[in-house]
């Protein structure tokens, strides 16, 4: 007896079906990136913010050569580095001034030895209005002297960002590495469920490996970071 065959709409659902096997293997190569380095130098980290869109995405997941002896970074480099205020955390950010440089923020303007800078354009601002309030150092900062062996640090997306404005200067011996690439990208989902209980993390598994290839964004695997 010959085997029936398959409607377009049965040939579609299967099609749409997500392969489990490829989704859990992809699963586990990104969790062993993120998780243990690569032969000590490299490591994956997460970027769980969107301080530095558009360059870092909430959800990319970068390479990044840990810092060693000899090592120097420059203005305009993008860094992960231990959060000042809280060390046990890490922060992504890009050095807008280094040590023994003086530095103000003047109406959304960067200065540094009171020249303006020209800014990389993956810089923008949401907010077009200047915020003088007395209190708030979002578009007025300083003038502030940067301590030797110490950068200032400014995140991309400007006015919604938590940078050197707020904590001031990040000592050298905070710098974690330099970022190379994203090598893979989870989208952030609002929707998604939280993983604050055990039948959520089983309804996570199920909601992420139906939407994994919405999520994946594999659009953005490979790209440098700079």
Known sequence: MSRPKQTPRKREEK?????????VLISIAVALLIIVPVRGKYRGFLVSSDFMEPTLRQGDIVMVKYVEDGDSFSVGDIIVFQ??????????????ATGGQRVQIYEKKLYVDNVQIDEPPTVFF???NIERDLLSVRDFFGPFDLPKNSYFILCDNR???????????LPVELVIGKPRYIYFTWK????AP??????????????????????????RIG???T
């Open 194 to 219: 939280a993983l604050d209980s055990p039948f959520n993390v089983v309804k996570a598994f199920f909601y992420n490996l139906f939407k994994f290839f919405g999520r994946a964004g594999f659009d």
């Open 15 to 23: 099609k749409r079906k997500p392969d489990l096997f490829l989704w």
């Open 188 to 191: 952030h989902d609002p929707n």
């Open 83 to 96: 959060y000042p205020p809280e060390r046990s955390q890490y922060r992504f950010g890009r050095i807008a």
């Open 159 to 169: 006015d919604n960002s938590i940078d050197s404005r707020y904590w001031h200067e």
């Open 223 to 225: 790209k440098k970071v």
């Open 126 to 128: 949401t907010d077009r």
